[in-house]
């Protein structure tokens, strides 16, 4: 089973993520509803089964329950509950974590959650009971459910629940949400304990059919007695045979011998179940496991403790049919995990790479029916680069970056007294940050109309067609404490300052929005994105008219492209989808959004359209960039090219801290666009989110800055013409990168044109 991430921290803020690994799976109770048998089932109201399925038939109060309570030998293990729900056209659900078996005392009839359809049968949700009974929604559903029959599943893993709404056969997820105990504010619970139940309003003609409680528990390595060889290492095996130098069957194996320092291993794997490469296992309950996991469609890394298996990252992906191949590559105390599904060779971006402690052990693989073959172990190939970074680049929250005529801008939200709003930065290479003027302050007497100490999220926009700066920001009117409007000022100078004539103005007054990014469409026309609470969260898209200082809405164009209907959109208590910025790429508009709430985990998200105004279809790869156990809360992401133009990074901030939100930090990573083996549009892929040391970005100009194809004399001298003209900073010309432009960078030209 997927493993989902719940963060642990610790008195000393430790940080770990525990998720439901590939576990061992034993069912408790199962029942057909064939017979009449409930005795292993407490009983409130009345329920009964008839015609083969479980329906409530009459009683006091609105709602009848039966609940089961683990036998004590399973009393807080993790599990999974499941049951078909047809014909449900009213309330009711399977119930999780009650605090007692017994569910005859009123008003309290129940203490726990309820993943239950709402008065009509045709949304689900997350809700919970209290002390005095109902207690309300945790997170409400967004979904139709398009049918009356419906596969209820429910996934209780350390700390954590999955719930998800199927169609009969299975094959569609209707509704999905991931709660973590205490995200609510109004969650009482600490535990989700170890009895469930099904609920049912008398009203509803629907029945209960399937009932199956299966108790997860992490894999155990078997003991391996037998020997085989592969690719030339040997190994103890179990279950698994070696023909023709490939490994087939369900089983494991270890190599007999330690892999320490710096190496590489490569093996093709043909995914089935569960597969997954160990290392620096030093005995079989201890080490790190990289898995494949094709029922979640996803790849998880795990470090393993006396057998307990503990998540350090998790990335959905598609699992391949056929062979594909899984590379770890530890090189400098740091683990580089591969597994190639887009076919691109060395080309691959990782699919983790983190610094992991005591990466010496054995090598070893678990299969469920795959295979693996062409095994490879040798030296790291890794690159060692001699100038690098380590994010995260600069402070600040909601980062928004301008890249124009050799220089950065990087416009952040890092709090405000009222008066000095927004600062800038300034990068000549997209890694080296230095701050610059505050480019928005606060004229109290002519934006009397609108609070100043509320404005946040700046993103800055270059027009060219009338050659100025535009400022976009959130804000609230005075006097009004729920609604925030997008607002806007203009300069000629991306450094500011940035004005209005006159009393601030919303772009649409009568709509409570924030964020607001512009981009520019195929067709010429210019659209913006808002983030709007219709539904949750959501995103709209409307085409504006720009020019002169002036941002001039069309409101017949507004559309909303995105709504938060998919389980990463869905977590942390938070229906949430924001921040919506669109990068165009071989005719396709790529929607990046994040989910999530942004004082929790986050997560970026693509969404992808031929149409600027959609619709838009969601990536099977989402989230494309997503938190791990020293990255958490990455989001609000754009794309931005290298300083040469011939690589693209993703832009984004995350937490300070794992764990702690009162601080945020703007992170660079490369990104490529990859080619689909399936058809359609190219794949958005990130290397991150990184933590460990990255290449520069490409900036072959560098040295050659007036770009004539070389580094000469000429180079130096325009150096220092542009420093002795007093013009801005350029970072075309501040080739140290300290943020200055001086002798030095005419120097380091020097130096260059005589090595």
């Known amino acids: 089973m997927k493993k989902h991430l719940l963060f642990l921290v610790s008195a000393l803020f430790c940080f770990s993520l525990s998720l439901s690994a590939a576990a061992k799976e034993t069912v408790i109770y199962e029942n057909d509803f064939s017979s009449g048998d409930l005795s292993a089932l407490a009983m409130y109201g009345g329920m009964a089964v008839k015609d083969g399925a479980l329906k409530a038939t009459s009683g006091s109060g609105p709602s009848a329950y039966v609940a089961y309570t683990f036998p004590e030998a399973y009393q807080g293990k993790d599990y999974i509950v499941e049951v078909d729900y047809l014909g449900c056209n009213n309330m009711g659900g399977l119930l999780i974590g009650a605090t007692s078996d017994s569910l005859t005392r009123e008003p309290a009839y129940f203490s726990g959650y309820t993943f239950t359809t709402n008065m009509d049968g045709s949304k689900i949700s997350l809700a919970y009971f209290n002390e005095t009974g109902w207690g309300g929604n945790i997170v409400p559903g967004t979904n139709l459910l398009g049918s009356q029959d419906i596969h209820l599943w429910v996934r209780v893993q350390k700390g954590i629940v999955t719930l998800r709404a199927y169609t009969p056969d299975g094959t569609k997820v209707l509704q999905a949400f991931r709660y973590e105990i205490g995200r609510h504010e109004d969650d009482i619970y600490d535990t989700f304990t170890s009895t469930i139940g099904i609920r049912q309003y008398y009203a509803d003609a629907g029945r209960f059919d399937n009932l199956k409680i299966t108790i997860l528990e992490d894999d155990e390595l ?60 030093t005995d079989a309950e201890n080490g790190y496991a990289f898995e494949i996991n094709e029922a979640e469609t996803s790849v998880n890394l795990y470090k393993i403790t006396d057998g307990c298996y503990e998540v350090l990252g998790e990335k959905e992906t598609v699992i391949r049919k056929g062979f594909c191949d899984v590379t770890l590559d530890v090189h400098d105390g740091i683990a580089s995990l591969y597994y190639d599904n887009l076919f691109e060779g060395d080309g691959a971006f990782p699919k983790f790479e983190f610094y992991l402690d005591g990466t010496d052990g054995k090598l070893g693989f678990w299969l469920e029916g795959g295979q693996l073959a062409n095994l490879t172990v040798g030296a790291s190939t890794a690159v060692t680069y001699e100038e690098t970074y380590i994010n995260p680049v600069n402070p600040g929250a909601d980062p928004d970056m301008l890249y124009y005529e050799g220089t950065y801008y990087l416009y952040v939200y890092a709090g405000n007294d009222g008066t000095d709003i927004f600062r800038v930065y300034t990068s000549p290479d997209l890694v080296h940050f230095t701050a610059r003027n505050i480019m928005f302050k606060w004229d109290h007497e002519q934006y009397s109309n609108v609070d100043g100490k509320t404005a946040w999220s700046p993103n800055v926009f270059y027009n060219e067609s009338d050659g100025l700066f535009y400022l976009f920001f959130a804000a609230k009117p005075i006097d009004d404490d729920t609604t925030r409007h997008v607002y806007y000022a203009s300069s000629d100078s991306p450094y500011g300052p940035f004005t209005h004539d006159g009393p601030l103005t919303a772009i649409n007054p009568d709509v409570k929005e924030i964020d607001g990014h512009p981009f520019v469409g195929y067709d010429g026309k210019t659209y913006m994105s808002f983030s709007r609470y219709d539904q949750g969260g959501t995103i ?88 791990s156990f020293t990255v958490d809360g990455p989001g609000d992401a754009l794309i931005i090219p290298s300083p040469d133009g011939t690589e693209l990074y993703l832009v984004y901030h995350r937490h300070n801290e794992v764990g702690k939100i009162h601080l945020r930090q703007t992170c660079v990573d490369l990104i490529e666009f990859v080619p689909d083996p399936d058809g359609g549009p190219d794949i958005l892929t990130v290397r991150g989110p990184s933590s460990t040391p990255q290449r520069l970005p490409s900036n072959i100009y560098r040295y050659d800055v007036d770009r004539d194809g070389k580094t000469t004399l000429k180079d130096a001298l325009t150096t220092l013409q542009y420093m002795r003209s007093g013009k801005l900073y350029s970072g075309t010309y501040d080739v140290d990168a300290n943020g200055s432009m001086g002798m030095n960078d005419a120097v380091m030209l020097l130096k260059k044109i005589v090595e």
């Not at 007695?225 to 089983?251: I, P």
């Not at 977590?571 to 910025?581: N, S």
């Not at 790529?590 to 969601?618: C, F, M, N």
């Open 222 to 281: 078997p003991t391996m007695t037998k020997s085989v060889a592969f690719g030339g290492t040997a190994f103890a095996a179990d279950g698994v045979t070696v023909s023709d130098d490939t490994v087939s069957g369900s089983g494991a194996m270890l190599s007999k011998e330690v892999l320490c320092g710096n190496y590489r291993a490569t093996v093709s794997l043909a995914a089935k179940g569960i597969s997954r490469l160990y290392f620096g296992m």
């Open 540 to 627: 709209w898209f409307e085409e504006v008219i720009i020019k002169d200082g002036v941002v001039t809405a069309i409101p017949e164009t507004q559309t909303r492209v995105v709504v938060a209907d998919r389980e990463w959109d869905n977590r942390d208590a938070i229906r949430l989808v924001e921040g919506g910025f669109v990068w165009k790429h071989d005719g396709y508009y790529y929607l990046i959004y994040a989910t999530g709430s942004y004082a929790k985990h986050y997560g970026e998200a693509v969404a992808v359209s031929k149409d600027p105004l959609g619709p838009y279809e969601k990536y099977d790869y989402n989230p494309f960039l997503n938190y």
